[in-house]
């Protein structure tokens, strides 16, 4: 009884129905920013060997919900990111932009380095062994690396959203949900079609710029983004069904 007594004052948006249109509004919008992470997170641990990549999705997607739900807890320190620390070349730089330059930065500075050993042949028989050894915690390291920059950017837009803790609370562990269900079947998608890594380290190098363009305080519209990663996932999956045909024209023939 004193547990309901407890939670009531936190959850008395069940009877409002524009409260439930915002909670669906910040699911759909927290699971589509999920979409990022979680191909970074597909990319890397595919890179592992099979036995442990299971393992290490689930553990960099679980790192990712305690992440988010501890910066939740302490949302009046994250509202305080925004706010300016210095000023260069005309721009107020919070915490919040310099952690999203130094967060693009990185996925640039990754997809690029993937895109290089995909594209040298010779170059990725080099370094093959040495990507084949990454390790599982070297993995989850550079899993929290990101998790931390889209958890603060995944924060700041949930409380721009509403005012209920609560509704924050659900929206990422639903979201995160998603992730956990998702991140498999995506993983062994990209593993499965060679052409989609590169399609897919492209997109990661879109969204490592954007990043960067955000934190330096030119905003891109997120639905620009996601038409063109929707439109490239468009293409590619017809040329995917022209290849499977023509596969399937070249063994008829024979």
């Known amino acids: 009884m004193q ?9 008395h948006f069940v009877s409002d129905p524009t409260a439930w ?20 997170i597909s990319i890397l641990t ?20 305690i992440m988010r739900l501890v910066l939740l807890a302490t949302i009046s320190i994250i509202v305080q990111l925004t706010a300016p620390v ?22 640039v500075w990754k997809a690029t380095k993937e895109i290089h050993h995909t594209v040298d042949p010779q170059d990725h028989q080099d370094t093959m062994v040495g990507t084949l050894q990454m390790s599982l915690a070297g993995a989850i390291f550079q899993i929290l690396l990101l998790d931390l920059v889209f ?38 998608f990209i593993a499965m079609n060679p052409s989609i890594v590169m399609l897919a380290l492209g997109f ?6 954007t990043l960067i363009a955000d934190g330096m305080g030119y905003h891109v519209p997120k639905g620009y983004i996601y038409a063109a990663m929707g439109f490239s996932a468009l293409v590619e999956g017809l040329n995917m069904l022209a290849r499977h045909r023509k596969k399937q024209g070249s063994g008829e023939g024979h």
């Open 3 to 11: 547990l309901v007594e407890f939670l009531a004052p936190h959850f």
């Open 21 to 40: 249109v915002a909670l669906l509004t910040l699911v759909v919008l927290e699971v589509v920013l999920g979409i990022d992470n979680l191909i970074f």
């Open 46 to 65: 595919n890179k592992l060997p099979e036995a442990q990549r299971a393992r290490a999705r689930r553990l960099g997607i679980s790192a990712a919900l």
């Open 86 to 107: 210095f000023t260069a070349f005309g721009h107020g730089f919070s915490w919040r932009d310099l952690i999203l330059i130094a967060g693009g930065l990185f996925l």
């Open 151 to 188: 958890s603060i950017d995944s924060i700041i837009t949930a409380v721009g959203m509403t005012d209920e803790i609560a509704i924050m609370y659900i929206a990422v562990i639903v979201a995160v949900s998603v992730m956990m269900l998702a991140a498999t079947p995506l993983a062994n």
């Open 204 to 209: 990661l190098l879109m969204i490592g710029m």
